[in-house]
């Protein structure tokens, strides 16, 4: 167990509506990333929270946004949902920017119909 | 966008046995690592590589890089049924940011 906690575990919605997603990050970790990953896909990155700011971004629309919390917990919010965007997803925690380990949660599973 | 490819998609092998899982790169890169992920749950980082080492060992664990061909391996030795699990390589680049670029992965079945 890494410590990185995420809800809801499992999520159906419809086309169109709208989806917060939740990560609680590992003591201490003041970096949070969020990724992607398809069905039989590697994770895509999607973007990076350190000290509550968004600090890289991958290719994702803007319909795709996040927070981060004083607490460091972080915030995934998706707009207008469409049937591609059902997959896992991953938020991992970090400490400070270093390029090492980053520590996952154990995702949350999103179906679009 | 995927940086990392893995070969092979998928490698079956009994108990016992060696696994090796290859895995290429696009760009200059910081670090290479690994990550196990059991049945599309959360990914367990395995082994992290820096560009300037060129061999690391972790328990049943061997990982090269070779960043004159930009490539990686990962040997598991003795492999057991637990090792059954999709195995991902990513890499961090020297540019700012620490996102991880992954891999599609190569799927380990490890039959007893």
């Known amino acids: 167990e890494t410590g990185v906690t995420q809800s809801p575990t499992h999520l159906i919605k419809t086309r169109g509506q709208q989806v917060t997603l939740r990560c609680s990050s590992q003591?201490?970790?003041?970096?949070v990333s969020w990724y992607q990953q398809a069905l039989g896909q590697g994770p895509q990155f999607i973007f990076q929270y350190y000290r509550e700011e968004e600090n890289g971004r991958g290719n994702f629309p803007p319909r795709f946004s996040g927070l981060q919390f004083p607490n460091y917990s972080s915030e995934l919010n998706v707009n207008a949902l469409e049937l591609d965007d059902s997959a896992l997803y991953l938020c991992a925690s970090s400490l400070e920017l270093r390029k090492e380990t980053q520590y996952f949660g154990p995702g949350t599973r999103l179906l679009v119909l | 966008s995927q940086q990392g490819e893995e070969d092979p998609q998928a490698l079956s092998i009994q108990e016992g046995e060696n696994a090796t899982m290859n895995c290429s790169y696009k760009?200059?890169?910081?670090?290479l690592q690994w990550y196990r992920q059991n049945s599309g749950r959360g990914l367990v980082h395995l082994i992290l590589?820096?560009?300037?080492?060129r061999e690391k060992h972790s328990g049943r664990l061997r990982v090269t890089l070779d960043t004159s061909k930009k490539s990686s391996s990962l040997l598991i030795t003795a492999s057991r049924a637990a090792d059954t699990a999709s195995y991902f390589c990513?890499?961090?680049?020297?540019?700012?940011?620490?996102?991880?670029?992954f891999g599609k992965g190569t799927t380990l079945s490890v039959s007893s």
């Open positions: 760009t200059s890169i910081n670090n």
């Open positions: 990513a890499t961090a680049s020297n540019q700012a940011g620490t996102a991880l670029i």
């Open positions: 003591s201490g970790h003041n970096t």
């Open positions: 590589i820096r560009s300037n080492e």
